[in-house]
Nanobody
Framework: QVQLVESGGGLVQAGGSLRLSCAAS????????MAWYRQGPGNQRDLVAS???????YYADSLKGRFTISRGNAKKTMYLQMNSLKPEDTAVYYC??????????????WGRGTQVTVSS
């Protein structure tokens, strides 16, 4: 069974850094676009950044320059380096990926999320 597992969340002071990881487990033949979303208290789930299989990246305008998305060599892992964190970055961060779970068959997956809390 394919799963996306996030890690790296935690509590950090404002101005600090965290690095989130997302790994696809189970039988995965290939991964297309992968992305990070976040959902703060009382808010909708918003796109943070995405990265294609060819490493083309997209960032939410408000996060450019502070967050960096990347993929591992195996292309089934993804990272989010978050610097200069602010209290408003506090949210549950979710991994999303479009995966080939059977030859020629693709679908989107979500991880369960990892909590990031930034204290002022």
């Amino acid at each position: 069974q394919v799963q996306l597992v996030e890690s790296g969340g935690g509590l950090v002071q404002a101005g600090g850094s965290l690095r989130l990881s997302c790994a696809a487990s189970g039988t995965v033949f290939s991964a297309d676009t992968m992305a990070w979303y976040r959902q703060g208290p009382g808010n909708q789930r918003d796109l943070v950044a995405s990265i294609s299989s060819s490493n083309m990246t997209y960032y939410a305008d408000s996060l450019k320059g502070r967050f960096t998305i990347s993929r591992g060599n195996a292309k089934k892992t993804m990272y989010l380096q978050m610097n200069s964190l602010k209290p408003e970055d506090t949210a549950v961060y979710y991994c999303n990926a479009y995966l080939e779970y059977s030859p020629g068959i693709w679908r989107g997956y979500w991880g369960r999320g990892t909590q990031v809390t930034v204290s002022s």
